[in-house]
């Protein structure tokens, strides 16, 4: 592959894992030279914005082990399914976080989450027509996560003093606040 007259030589696995692979990659630069890079591949994730009717926004505040805190954020999961384009998986999501089902699921934007060292992309979609089902949680942290709904001006104003952290539900409450 060659983007910008980089091209990648080689890549080693050095941690193969269910979400991503850590391989160290050597590429030759366009001026001949070459350097390596610790690369993450990883399968890829979507978030969904569910919207109700009342403009309010359903969030969960679910502790994360990486950075060991609980965050607020939009409803998402991994692209775990093979083949599973990702407007389905955001539905599958919705469903089995929030236990919510959509009449509409449009895209808003898809991100890189860290493109200095990982291949990651979000799929981030709105979800409209909003209708409850039964939930269906998968692992700890979600059995005890919280479901929570608020305006839009409120997830902004958490986005402001810096309440709300997370990379997606920054990136999807304030296309949506910017829309509306």
Known sequence: ????????????????????????????APDGSEFTRDVVRHVG???????????????????????EAELIEIPAGLRDVA?????????RELAEEVGLVADRVEPLCRFHTAA???????HIFEATGLRAIGSDVQGPEEEHMTVERHSIDDLVAMITDG????????????MVARST
């Open 116 to 122: 200095g060292f990982s291949d990651e992309v979000v």
């Open 45 to 67: 994730a979507v978030a969904v914005l569910p919207r109700h009717d009342d403009g309010t926004i359903t969030v969960v505040r679910q502790y994360r082990a990486p950075i």
């Open 163 to 174: 309440t709300i952290t997370d990379a997606k539900t920054i990136i999807a409450v304030l």
């Open 1 to 28: 592959m060659t983007a910008g007259g980089f091209r990648r030589l080689d890549e080693s696995i050095v941690h193969r894992g269910y979400a991503f692979e850590a391989t160290v990659a050597r590429y030759e």
């Open 83 to 91: 083949d599973e384009p990702a407007e389905e998986t955001a539905v």
